[in-house]
């Protein structure tokens, strides 16, 4: 069964600080995808990494992929309170999407 | 373009009864696809459709059910509800539906008592 794996499970950092979120996933995927949820919410397509070595870039968010070690991070720049959600990852594969855990992210000024 | 959307946002019910969601997709997009998610198990797949037929179903009991219209709408349905389906419901819709961004609507909140 694929398993997409993140890390850390919670992460509470400063504002300004910079941190990065870390999606490994267990198939031979060359595609990615980045949401984001905040709470009580629905969730918001961030990124889509169509290849190795791909990164894609928004405002303080910036997202990776490694094909070969599997493994896709989310880099986040001088957090500010905004940015305050949780992260998922997920890979798909025969017409289902396959989440990570999630990343519950808390900005703190 | 208007998102996707669906009803109704909040629903209670006791345990025993049945629910149906609805699910509405973005103009154009003929994939639906459904998740349950729950605080402890995160987010799991339940059913995609395209084009009124089922392509995948998830590790779920049979009591999970859905169907997608000619228009492309989709409902999802729980008979004999449990306790334990008290979840929000997610839809989210694409295109194709294989290899593609999914945009997700609001959600069902369903509480069962």
């Known amino acids: 069964e694929l398993k997409v794996e993140q890390n850390p499970l919670f992460l509470s950092m400063q504002e300004g600080k910079n941190y990065t979120i870390y999606c490994n996933y267990s198939?031979?995927?060359?595609?990615l995808y980045w949401y984001r949820q905040d709470p009580g919410k629905s969730l918001e397509s961030l990124f889509v990494?169509?290849?190795?070595?791909a990164v894609k870039q928004e405002g303080r968010l910036m997202a990776s992929l490694d094909t070969k070690a599997r493994l896709s991070t989310l880099h986040i720049t001088a957090a500010v309170h905004d940015l305050s959600a949780t992260y998922f990852c997920?890979?798909?594969?025969?017409?289902?999407?396959?989440f990570g855990t999630g990343t519950s992210l808390t900005v703190i000024p | 373009k208007a998102g996707v959307t669906q009803t109704p946002r909040y629903l209670i019910k006791t345990r025993g009864q049945q629910v149906t969601l609805s699910c509405s997709p973005i103009?154009?997009?003929?994939?639906v696809s459904w998740y349950q998610q729950t605080p402890g198990q995160g987010l799991q797949f339940l059913f995609e459709y395209f084009s009124e037929t089922q392509r995948n179903k998830g590790n779920f009991p049979g009591r999970f059910s859905g169907r997608q219209f000619s228009n492309s709408r989709s409902e999802m349905n729980v008979s004999t509800l449990e306790l334990g389906d008290s979840a929000l419901y997610l839809c989210?819709?694409?295109?194709?539906?294989?290899?593609?961004?999914?945009?997700f609507g609001p959600g069902t909140r369903l509480l069962v008592l």
């Open positions: 103009s154009g997009h003929r994939s």
């Open positions: 989210a819709s694409s295109f194709g539906g294989a290899r593609e961004t999914q945009y």
């Open positions: 198939t031979t995927s060359d595609r």
């Open positions: 997920a890979v798909d594969m025969d017409y289902q999407f396959y």
């Open positions: 990494l169509l290849s190795n070595g």
